[in-house]
Nanobody, 122 residues
């Protein structure tokens, strides 16, 4: 599976952005996909995950109520709608295909996209 993330940018605090992650290749076997983020000098952290077939979602507490993960099966695309953005949301956002194991760990995912920068100004 190849993943292409897009949609990042510069936004003021309180604003919104929508990230996209387009999947190509072996998409018929997708089980779940997720979003992670990585701030400069920090580790890559879990944001949200979605089960591809059922749409079941799971969020980190830091984004619950502000971010919404979704997918369009026909377009093989996953989204992350981000609202009420805060300066601490500033990071490079990555999408990945879940493989197995703890959903919070980057090692449980493979086939990462290239990342898209989100910068929130105060």
């Amino acid at each position: 599976v190849q993943l292409q993330a897009s949609g990042g940018g510069l936004v003021q605090a309180g604003g919104s952005l929508r990230l996209s992650c387009a999947a190509s290749g072996r998409t018929f076997s997708l089980y779940a996909m997720g979003w992670f983020r990585q701030a400069p000098g920090k580790e890559r952290l879990f944001v949200a995950r979605i089960i591809w077939r059922t749409g079941l979602t799971f969020y980190d507490d830091s984004v619950k109520g502000r971010f919404t993960i979704s997918r369009d099966i026909a377009k093989n695309t996953m989204y992350l709608q981000m609202s009420d953005l805060k300066p601490e949301d500033t990071a490079v956002y990555y999408c990945g295909e879940y493989n197995s194991g703890d959903i919070y760990l980057p090692a449980s995912y493979h086939y990462w996209g290239q990342g898209t920068q989100v910068t929130v100004s105060s």
